[in-house]
């Protein structure tokens, strides 16, 4: 499947291995205000509840046209809407209003494909796949002379990972108009898993914007090489994000809002804890994924020095 599609086989693991579900998921034909359309008509009574399905079947992302990921609702019997030559439309039946339904693609899912694809992928010798997927740990491995890269640093180890970056690619967007009503991602597979750490991190922990000002290549609180860089306490901790979603529950069981905290600004305030923010929370456990990547990886021997056959 990596040879015969590999734009499409890149963006299915890349993604898959993120917490951004909405690029994954299939699509419900929906209202102008979001609903999804229901056939009303299909109740029956034998079957009171059918009046809860779809209007229509449901529409499913194909990855692998080389112009990028597409929706398609089933028409004549196929998902796909572009022929496979890529030189012409089947002209799919696209509703003007559509729902994303929750793939359900988590942890679960993802640690078999980090094991599976790295077990596998290597057998064709390809080393295309192996450099998209390689990461780096700061302090198992050497830092690498590795560039263009990507960089994160997770804000309660303090470890810090690299991974070789092959460019952009706008998904589900026009890509002549900067990626209007899409999103502009990593096309490399860990470098994506790295990317969506550091969104994660510039959205649940202060940045440092003032040693790190915007740059024509980076935003406010970024380093030339896309690691956001977080603001710490005098302590080390790193300074948590006031996230306005989440409330703390008083003893009496009222909710109160937090208040936000930076003790290099005032020393007396009490810092926010990663799990009163929600991006951070997931930060959290979202580390998982770039750990074990690097660590099949190594069981893997991506790591090791390469020697002559037949020598142990």
Not at 216 to 244: E, K, T, W, Y
Request: glycine share 8%; proline share 8%.
């Amino acid at each position: 499947m990596a040879d015969v599609l590999p734009d499409g086989f890149r963006r299915v693991i890349a993604n898959a291995l993120t917490g951004d579900r909405s690029i994954l998921a299939p699509r419900v034909s929906a209202s102008a205000n979001g609903l999804p359309l229901l056939d009303t008509t299909a109740s029956t009574a034998s079957d009171p509840f059918a009046s809860r399905y779809p209007i229509q079947p449901l529409g499913w992302v194909s990855f692998w046209p080389s112009g990028g990921p597409e929706i398609c609702f089933s028409t004549q019997g196929r998902n796909a809407c572009t022929n496979y030559s890529g030189d012409g439309s089947f002209a799919p039946d696209l509703p003007a209003n559509t729902a994303a339904v929750d793939p359900q693609v988590g942890w679960e899912v993802q640690k078999f494909l980090i094991a599976w694809t790295v077990g596998l992928i290597k057998a064709n010798e390809k080393t295309k796949w192996t450099d998209m997927m390689r990461i780096w740990r700061l302090g198992q491995n050497s830092a690498p002379d590795v560039t263009p890269r990507i960089e994160w640093q997770d804000p309660t180890s303090g470890e810090v990972y690299y991974a070789r970056t092959i460019g952009k690619e706008c998904l589900f967007g026009a890509a002549a108009n900067a990626c209007a009503g899409g999103q502009v991602v990593q096309k490399g597979i860990a470098a994506r898993v790295l990317e969506y750490a550091n969104q994660l991190t510039a959205r649940g922990y202060k940045l440092d914007t003032v040693n790190f000002p915007a740059t024509a290549s980076a935003p406010a609180g970024f380093n030339a090489f896309g690691r956001a860089m977080i603001v710490r306490h005098p302590n080390g901790a790193p300074v948590v994000q006031l996230d306005p979603a989440i409330r703390n529950v008083t003893p009496e069981g009222a909710l109160q809002p937090a208040v936000a905290c930076d003790q290099n600004l005032d020393p007396a305030c009490t810092p926010l804890t990663p799990d009163q923010n929600h991006w951070s929370h997931e930060l959290v456990t979202y580390k998982a994924v770039p750990d074990y990547l690097w660590q099949a990886e190594l069981v893997y021997g991506w790591f090791n020095a390469p020697s002559e056959r037949g020598v142990f």
